[in-house]
């Protein structure tokens, strides 16, 4: 029985008795009763016999409009009127006749939409059923409201259910699995080439993953990523009612007037260690980029409100680069795998365990560090550290962030591709070298800093404008980091360049404190620290505005791009056993 169609007003109609001549209104029946044959003799006041009706609610008499003359001597011939079948009502009470004047008998007809109680009470019943039907079933029931559901039910339990469109794999897992994260199955369903069983078994293992039976059930599993609670930024402070806003900095870049509001009512560490105008160095980093100011503009200012967001509990750092970005993004998409963390979670610098496993604190990073000739750019200090700067203007760093969006800052005396093919081995990829080519046409179709991934540089190191895969200038990108303040001291020392430590700054905090916050800083990036949002946060930049987004329906945004890379990791990522053996090695325990 149909139940989709839309409910309409239906407008019951009036009957009328016959040998009555009916006048209909849209709101009430006028029926006029005239004299019958062999009732003109009949005395005044004299009742027309008539049968007993049933109790109804009594009419109201209202007397016609015009006079009716009295009946002839001679009967004159009735006009019957036609006979409308309609459903059951109670009999009309007939007219008395007074005088030879003719009473008319009102009786109240349902307005237009109204149905009848029995309809009603069916209604309340089956609001899924339309009116017709109900009001059919009704009639053929006789009025009786029980008789009428009973067949309803009958024939709502003989109807076959309306066939359901089939469910992707995706939908049949959520249906089973309803509190596990959506990211999660779409993972599950990689590895096992959306074979349900497997990924069923996956998620329903002991330790929270599954055999997709490559190991023949010999090895046993190692224990699970610990589940960390994702981190949703709250969202940024209100101005207050009286904000004391920057002069409106007017930073004109080309032809465009760019403004940039800074609530220097709220504090933050970047403006707290400036010495200058906060204008001056905003207009002289935007006077350069022509259209792309406005963008260059909007990132400054989120990230001035991001650092006055959570300027109580949290110290900020600024890491500028670009020929590192498809290496960072290639460690974020493992480390999202093995560490659960959101879509959206930004290129992670270091993702190894095993080179912190020798050296597990920063004291003892600075106390071989007299011995590093390279300083800073030995191998050895690379692997557990990276070069910030403590604001975003930092006069004193050697890279200032405000002045190295765009073009990004690398360092060229390494092999990135040497770094990207290790990381895979790593990992215990068959053939890492043919990985690392996907991975770099990955990279090239969207426009990606790659050349340096073909071959190496040949600058010695500092400030290198590479060229992206796509012909474009490359890149520039920059993180902002947040350190809790209780692990701040712990990870990150003062420096002046080459990462020579600052002489007389022991605690990195009390020096920010005190509003020295132009210089920069090293800090030591051990993943267990940086994928845990209780301890840091990793906000993402981009001087491409695509690389900003992660929207999966615009070409060419960092959603799409990430979809890209976790397809070209199928070999690590799609297969259990495979995942199992390159988060082992990760951790170090291998």
């Known amino acids: ?23 209909k209104t849209p709101f009430v029946s006028t029926v006029v009763i005239p004299p019958a044959p062999g009732l003109a003799q009949v005395p005044a006041l004299a009742p027309v016999p008539a049968p ?8 109201v008499l209202v007397p016609v409009s015009a006079p009716v003359a009295a009946a002839p001597a001679v009967p004159a011939p009735v006009v019957a009127a036609p006979v409308v079948p309609a459903p059951e009502v109670a009999p009309a009470h007939h007219a008395r006749v007074h005088n030879a004047a003719a009473v ?82 779409e993972r599950v369903l990689l590895r096992t080439a959306n074979d349900l069983d497997k990924a069923v078994a996956l998620l329903l293992a002991p330790d929270g993953g599954g055999s997709d039976g490559g190991d023949g059930g010999k090895d046993k599993e190692p224990p699970a990523p610990e ?54 160095r905003i207009q002289s980093a935007l006077a350069p980029l022509g259209d792309k100011a406005q963008f260059v503009a909007y990132c400054f200012q989120t990230m001035i409100e991001r650092e006055q967001e959570l300027y109580d ?11 590192a970005l498809l290496l960072y ?17 930004a290129p992670l610098p270091r993702l190894l365990h095993s080179p912190f496993h020798g050296k597990p604190t920063l004291e003892m990073l600075m106390d071989e560090f007299k011995s590093m000739h390279g300083q800073d ?7 557990l550290a990276i070069s910030v700067s403590c604001s975003l203007f930092a006069p004193g760093s050697e890279a200032p962030p405000i002045s190295c969006f765009c073009s990004g800052y690398s360092c060229s005396d390494l092999s990135f591709r040497g770094l990207l093919t290790g990381l895979l081995k790593t990992c215990k990829v068959e053939d890492p070298e043919t990985l690392t080519d996907r991975i770099i046409e990955v990279g090239n179709k969207f426009h990606l800093p790659t050349a340096p991934f073909v071959s190496r540089p040949a600058a010695p190191y500092g400030l290198f404008a590479g060229v992206g ?36 700054v022991k605690v990195l905090s009390k020096h920010l404190d005190e509003g020295h916050s132009e210089g920069q800083a090293r800090l030591f990036m051990h993943p267990a620290v940086f994928v845990d949002p209780s301890k840091a946060r990793l906000y993402h930049y981009s001087a491409n505005p695509l690389l900003c987004s992660m929207d999966t329906t615009l070409d060419g945004t960092r959603g799409k791009f990430v979809q890209d890379l976790r397809r070209a990791l199928a070999p690590i990522l799609g297969n259990y056993h495979n995942l199992k053996q390159a988060f082992k090695a990760i951790e170090g325990h291998d």
Request: hydrophobic share 40%; net charge positive; glycine share 4%.
């Open 377 to 383: 750019h030995d191998p050895r200090f690379r692997a």
């Open 313 to 323: 509990n949290w110290y900020v750092f600024y890491h500028s680069y670009s020929f």
């Open 104 to 185: 008319a008998v009102v009786v109240p007809s349902p307005k237009a939409g109204e149905l009848s109680e029995q309809l009603l009470e069916l209604k309340s019943m089956f609001p899924q059923i339309t009116t017709s039907e109900l009001r059919k079933t009704l009639t053929e029931a006789k009025n009786d409201v029980a008789a009428a559901a009973t067949t309803l039910l009958a024939a709502a339990e003989s109807s076959p259910p309306t066939p359901s469109p089939p469910a992707t794999p995706l939908a049949k897992l959520a249906n089973v699995f309803p509190s596990t994260p959506r990211p999660q199955l």
């Open 1 to 23: 029985m149909s139940t989709t169609r839309n409910l309409k007003p239906m407008l019951q109609g009036n009957s009328s008795a016959r040998n009555c001549v009916a006048e």
């Open 52 to 59: 007993k009706p049933e109790p109804a609610p009594a009419p």
């Open 329 to 345: 993004e290639v460690q974020a998409e493992l480390a999202r795998t093995m560490y659960e963390l959101p879509e959206d979670f």
């Open 227 to 280: 589940k960390r609670r994702l981190y949703h930024p709250p969202p940024l402070r209100p101005a207050a009612k009286a904000p004391r806003w920057s002069s409106a900095i007017h930073a004109h870049g080309g032809a465009a007037a760019v403004v940039v509001k800074i609530n220097r009512a709220l504090p933050s560490q970047s403006l707290s260690g400036l010495k200058d105008d906060p204008v001056l």
């Open 469 to 504: 895969g796509g012909g474009e200038l490359a890149p520039g990108s920059m993180l902002q980091i947040f350190v809790h303040k209780d692990f701040v001291d712990s990870i990150a020392y003062a420096s002046q360049p080459m990462g020579v430590p600052v002489k007389g």
